[in-house]
């Protein structure tokens, strides 16, 4: 009861100290980005006879609805996808190749937005000092800002990677600390909290939507899937219990945030009091709202796609999607005031381990490293020639090769040639022959896409069909490259747009320019594509 009184002031604050959103003009007055973590396209159709009429089903089928779009890379992370649709540029412009990788000058580890200066505001010992310096790229929402400064940009996430790389280095982003989960950010954007913010934690708002138990939303004889691992309360539907998961991971309040359906509804819940207490379209000034639901990546990752948790999540989701997408448009005299643009930063892939089935294959990346260190060792004596491997790559340690006085262009193609006669490996190419070469087609572009000079590694690999990293913490991952994880949706809605089915190939990097075409700024730099044809 108290969330739906709290929810019901925000409606009132919108409307009377706000007023409405003013009449239709030639731009939207509000775009809100929404990016659902491991959506593939399919998971639309499979369960859309379970979705409501006011969440997906109302932005798919009265927006333009693209069923075939895909990322133009092969090394699928969250955060190289969520770069790609932020600044409309492949990794190999933007370069964002993951979350970490490996310095040649000094070979010491990189984190992506870790930075000592950036410290949490408020401090937090479960908030890490982070901040956007190594984004390269300016974002769609940097573009709007440079465009009038006196429209305004946030991001809300629970992870603050997610939250940054989809931000950029303007306006205000905020995710969530692991203590308490309350609301938070960087010093890099804002000195302190704004009060309503600070009143929201101090009032444990995320408690509110918490879970005391997860049942399904609907009986469960209505579910596609039968795989459990956590849900309770099924009483009508056989299913096959999942026993290499972690039943543990929403023992905390931080847990159920990203492990249960529960943090979706708070990331909206939170996002909702934004639009209101910051005044988002507010005025002619355009604002842009970025939502990234890291819940959905993790119960994805963690309990499968073939999962009942994936599914009702989805489930309750849609539903929650509804709700919002009704109070955002009860903000607006004109519809048409209002842009939602929705996809995925990747899909995931099929369950390394299913209940059905022989388990698919996947790569020991730690055996991988030291059996190549062993055979580089063979050859040029005992050292350790190996940095590590992150973003599908093989980082070599520059510093004891050049100690050694080899030659490090011919040891990356002894190394790439090594490593193809181990299982799971479709393609080895070294970064040099990726730098001095272009690849027009096939899984070899696809490489080059995600390559960046300075930040991917000396030989990027690319694993077989089905395969997938070795990680005893999930069972599936997105970072293949294959259909099942570059295939996501890419919906339009609103703004006058009339609804349609785009089924023509469509590349994510479409999504900047588009929304930088309808509200008539300049494109994000590093943007490779026109705007989808759809608009102009």
Not at 76 to 84: D, E, K, V, W
Request: proline share 4%.
């Amino acid at each position: 009861m108290k969330h739906i009184i709290t929810k019901t002031l925000y409606s009132l604050i919108a409307i009377f100290t706000l007023g409405v959103i003013g009449s239709y003009a030639n731009e939207p007055r509000l775009v809100i980005n929404l990016v659902i973590g491991s959506l593939g396209e399919h998971d639309f159709e499979r369960f859309s006879d379970n979705f409501t009429d006011g969440g997906f089903s109302r932005l798919t089928e009265g927006g333009l609805n693209y069923t075939n779009a895909y990322y133009d890379f092969s090394h699928t992370s969250t955060a190289a996808g969520l770069a790609t649709i932020a600044t409309g540029a492949q990794p190999s412009a933007h370069g964002i190749v993951g979350a970490k990788w490996w310095n040649y000058v000094d070979g010491r580890a990189v984190d992506l937005i870790a930075d000592s200066n950036g410290h949490p505001v408020p401090f937090s010992t479960g908030a890490p000092s982070v901040s956007p310096t190594r984004l390269i790229a300016p974002t769609i929402g940097d573009m709007l800002v440079a465009n009038n400064s006196d429209s305004k940009l946030y991001t809300v996430a629970v992870d603050p990677l997610s939250a940054i790389v989809l931000n950029g280095k303007a306006g205000v982003a905020y995710w969530v600390e692991t203590n308490r989960t309350y609301w938070t950010s960087s010093k890099a954007y804002i000195e302190q909290l704004p009060t309503w913010i600070s009143n929201y934690n101090n009032e444990n708002t995320n408690n509110l939507y918490t879970l005391s138990r997860w049942t399904p939303l609907y009986s469960a004889s209505r579910y596609h899937h039968s795989e459990v691992a956590v849900i309770e309360g099924i009483v009508d539907k056989p299913t096959t219990i999942l026993s290499e998961v972690n039943l543990n991971l929403a023992n905390s309040m931080h847990g159920k945030m990203c492990y249960t359906p529960a943090g979706n509804t708070m990331l909206l819940e939170f996002a909702s009091s934004l639009i209101a207490h910051e005044r988002l379209g507010a005025d002619e000034h355009t604002d842009i709202l970025n939502i990234c639901f890291d819940p959905a990546r993790y119960i994805a990752e963690t309990y499968g796609p073939e999962s009942l948790e994936y599914e009702d999540m989805l489930y309750r989701l849609d539903s929650a999607l509804a709700e919002f997408i009704t109070y955002v448009y009860a903000q607006v005299s004109d519809p048409r005031d209002i842009l939602i643009v929705l996809t995925s930063a990747h899909g995931t892939s099929p369950s390394y381990n299913p209940t059905d089935g022989a388990r698919r294959e996947r790569l020991n990346t730690r055996q991988m490293e030291v059996i190549i260190n062993a055979f580089l060792g063979a050859y040029y004596g005992s050292d350790d020639y190996i940095l590590g491997f992150s973003n599908r790559a093989i980082y070599l340690n520059h510093a004891v090769l050049r100690a050694k006085q080899l030659d490090i262009n011919a040891i990356r193609e002894e190394v790439a040639i090594f490593v193809l006669q181990m299982r799971g490996i479709a393609t080895a190419i070294s970064a040099s022959s990726l730098r001095n070469s272009s690849f027009g087609e096939g899984r070899t572009r696809l490489l080059q896409q995600s390559f960046y000079a300075t930040r991917s590694g000396d030989v990027l690999i690319d694993l077989m069909p089905g395969w997938t990293i070795e990680d005893s913490s999930i069972r599936s991952s997105s970072v293949a490259g294959y259909n099942y994880d570059r295939n996501v949706p890419m919906v339009v809605y609103g703004a006058g747009i009339e609804p349609q089915r785009v089924t023509r190939k469509t590349n994510i990097t479409e999504i900047a320019p588009t929304i930088a075409h309808i509200l008539n700024i300049e494109r994000p730099w590093a943007s490779e594509e026109a705007p989808a044809i759809e608009i102009e």
